[in-house]
């Protein structure tokens, strides 16, 4: 109380700008704990993009809470600023309580939509249910995850574009193990063909295609060399590309029929089913 009184003492202006004074204080300083704190957190992140998204995707978890946790501060503190200045006009303080509350719930039934994002979004930050980088499904888009923030979760597509999907849509979750979807393709080994002559066919194609399509297979293609069937009656080549989720008509067209092609060229009689094209997940 002896810590009171010389605020007691000032007239009531005084007193209200004090009050003023001491909300805006705060509000900045909480803004510059925020600031000095991503700061720190992101100087060492090395990356093309601006600080804030560095922040967003190393750190996504004390992100979400930093902005929270400022949010419900600055809110506490202009809360109590008015209502200390309401006590100092001579309004009472069960009135302004009162009516804050009816306006509390009005705005809470027109932000329901509002209040399942931000659910939802912690959900999926704390439960480590998607993380930042991965390859997910997500209300019909696939892409790589960019942001998971409160009320929106950001996907970037296989055209590089930006998808903002409200986190209240988000259902079914379909995460792709690995990132990547893997094709493997065989190829048999027609009986006269040197075995040397169908990998450097097989390899040249394979490179075509990777070559044309990076956008859409990530990394080079993995040749198994010449192998046996289980029951050793003939051989086969097997390749394997990783590919982006849905893209897989790449390999079962465009591969496959250039690989026919150049061997038909060669042995008339190669059969289509001799070039088969599967799907695993090692």
Known sequence: MDLMQPFLKLSPVMRILVIVAFAVASHFVVKAIKFFSQRFLTQHVKSDVSSREKFWRKYPKVATITTIGVSAITFIIYFLAIGLILQELKIPLTTYLASATVIGLAIGFGLQGFVQDVVIGLTLIFTDTVNIGDMVELSGQVGTVETIGLRFTTLVNIHGQEIYIPNRNIGMIGRFRRGAIRAYADIQLPKDMEEEQLVRLVEQIAGGIYNQNKS?????????GIMKSEQGEWKYLRVKFRLWPGQTAIIETAFKQRVLS?????????ADWMVTITYRIG
Do not use: H
């Open 262 to 270: 150049a061997i038909k060229s060669l042995y008339a009689d190669y």
């Open 216 to 224: 859409i297979i990530f990394s080079q293609p993995e040749l198994f």
